[in-house]
């Protein structure tokens, strides 16, 4: 301390300026992190918002019966398990008679809003074709969607259906359609079709035609199955069970569990399988089994019309005789151009055509047949079954003619002449006979176009088929079937059998 010149005391200079304040520079105030959280979520929310209008598709109104498993904002849209669009809206029509569905489609699923289209709700089903939609029990109902052909369209407005199609445009196989004029009872739509006993395909609809009346079932064939569909095949009526009686008893028969319960359509490619069937191919739909086969094998062997002045009691089916051994049989009859007169038609089984020669005799040997003459009183009975069904015999001179050409035409004799019975000639069969059955039928190539082409020697003349109907056991008139429009079809026991 020093003294001043008023002789006070004076402070140093560098104490006091040791007692003022100094200035401390702090850092700069940072934003807190916090803040970046909501910046973030509105940054997220605002891209998820850009998306889903970006990917905003079309708005589409899809009608159904009943909303059952329906919510707006919870029922998808799908095709192939993929989800495709979300229900929006789910109103009641105007008229109070419908639901009205609004569903939002994705931004790439334009192809499922052109015409043809089909919607469905899927959800657990119980039908012919079996359990479906189980799926739905666990991830709820949907809609299902099948898209249109490429290139259709563009529509705003659909009609759903009440059931899931059975066939998707995307599933690959074969379609081909049955038709039959009688035989459609028991048909259902969903319906298996079998072959060899194996579901290899289904029944995907059901329709009438109005002008041929003729019933129409759509089938579909799995893929892996098409190749066993030909040209030359054959379906029939495989629902419930199937009856035959003759003189040999009743026999029951049935093609599968699943079609005596559902319903179904069976198939077999009897013969030499021939090319493979197109798709869109037409067939005709069989009674059962038996009426197919018949079909087939009355289409092979050697066909001959016989005429008479009455038909007597002679009627499809009846067996042609060999003395006494049963080589063909009567397929159909009807009037001749004239009126005056009955033909006959007649199949002989592929191994017993070398019989019939130009110069054969044919008879009717239906019942008992007596002929009183100067040797005696003779009684002459072709066979049990003739005595009850009816049939023809026919016998070959010998040495026997040239053989007989395919529509040959022979004149039916309503007594037989004992020398005829004496005839025998050795003829040469092929080595099938020995190994055929009566009345089965061997192989063969189809034979039954060109009855009455050829004029032969002797007894057998040229003459077309009968003019008028032929008949069927159960007597109704042929008619044309649908599948083979440029030629006729005549029926024969419940089958088409084609004819020239």
Known sequence: MSLGRDGGDVMPEDESHDELPEAVALPARRISAIWLVPLVAALIAGLLLWRAFQDRGPLITVTFSTASGIDAGKTALRYLD???????????????????????????????????????????????????GLSTLVSGAFIGVDPGPEGGK???????????????????????????????????????????????????????????????????????????????????????LHFDASLGGVHASMDSLESVLMGGIAFSTPGKPGPEAKGGARFSLYRNATSAQRDFRESLGLH????????????????????????????????????????????????????????????NASGVQAELGLTGFHVHVASVESLLEGSVSFATPDPPGPKARPGSVFPLHMQVKERWLSWAPRIKLGPSAAQSRPGSGGGGAMGTGGLGAERGAGSATEAPLPAAPVRNAAGAPRVPSPAAPPRERQRFGGAHHQMD
């Open 154 to 240: 563009e529509l705003k407005s659909f009609m759903g259906l009440d059931q899931p199609p059975l066939q998707l445009r995307a599933e690959k196989g074969l379609s081909v359609s049955v038709h039959t004029l009688e035989f459609g009872a028991g048909l259902s739509y969903g319906a298996p079709v079998l072959y060899e006993g194996i579901a290899v395909g289904r029944v995907t609809g059901l329709s009438v035609e109005a002008e041929a009346k003729d019933v129409v079932a759509q089938i579909f064939i799995e893929e892996r199955y098409a190749r066993f569909v030909r040209e030359n095949s054959r379906f029939w009526n495989a629902s419930g």
């Open 82 to 132: 993929v989800a495709v669009g979300m229900v929006e809206t789910v109103r009641v029509s105007d008229d109070l008679s419908h639901v009205v569905v609004l569903a939002r489609l994705h931004r790439d699923a334009e192809a499922f809003r052109v015409e043809g289209t089909r919607f469905w709700v899927e959800r657990p089903r119980l039908g012919p074709e079996g359990v479906s």
């Open 304 to 363: 001959v019309v016989l005429e008479a002045s009455r038909l007597g009691f002679l009627r499809p089916g009846d067996a042609v005789l060999y003395r006494g051994e049963q080589v063909g049989r009567v397929l159909g009859h009807g009037l001749r151009d004239d009126a005056r007169r009955v033909g006959l038609h007649l199949q002989i089984d592929p191994p017993y055509t070398a019989l019939v020669r130009t110069d054969s005799v044919f008879w």
